[in-house]
Nanobody
């Protein structure tokens, strides 16, 4: 059974930084598409940054390119999201999501394509 556990959210001022962590367990396949989504109140869940476990491919939403970096530590079964230069519009609940397959380049950001989710961690950026 796949489990995803997020941590690292918090409250920061605009321009600040946070690092989110997602510890994963229970994968059957060696290559899984996983990463970070976010959902603000009244909005749909959107893809932020994705990667493949054991791989090097990465995908980023245009709104976070140059500010956020996704990485992984295979030895710790952990995927990270380093968020720099945070903006108030980055405020949302951030979720770690995963699916047992390679990422689809054309649909990597579609939350409906992912079967496994963590409980979420809140990120609040004040101006």
């Amino acid at each position: 059974r796949v489990q995803l556990v997020e941590s690292g959210g918090g409250s920061v001022q605009a321009g600040g930084a946070l690092r989110l962590s997602c510890v994963h367990s229970g994968y059957v396949y060696s290559r899984n598409c996983m990463g970070w989504f976010r959902q603000a109140p009244g909005k749909q869940r959107e893809g932020v940054a994705l990667t493949e476990t054991g791989g090097s491919v990465t995908y980023y939403a245009d709104s976070v390119k140059g500010r956020f970096t996704i990485s992984q530590d295979i030895t710790k079964n952990t995927v990270y999201l380093q968020m720099n230069s945070l903006k108030p519009e980055d405020t949302a609940m951030y979720y770690c999501g995963a699916d047992p397959r390679e990422c689809y380049p054309g649909a990597w950001s579609h939350a409906d394509e992912y079967h496994y989710w963590g409980q979420g961690t809140q990120v609040t950026v004040s101006s």
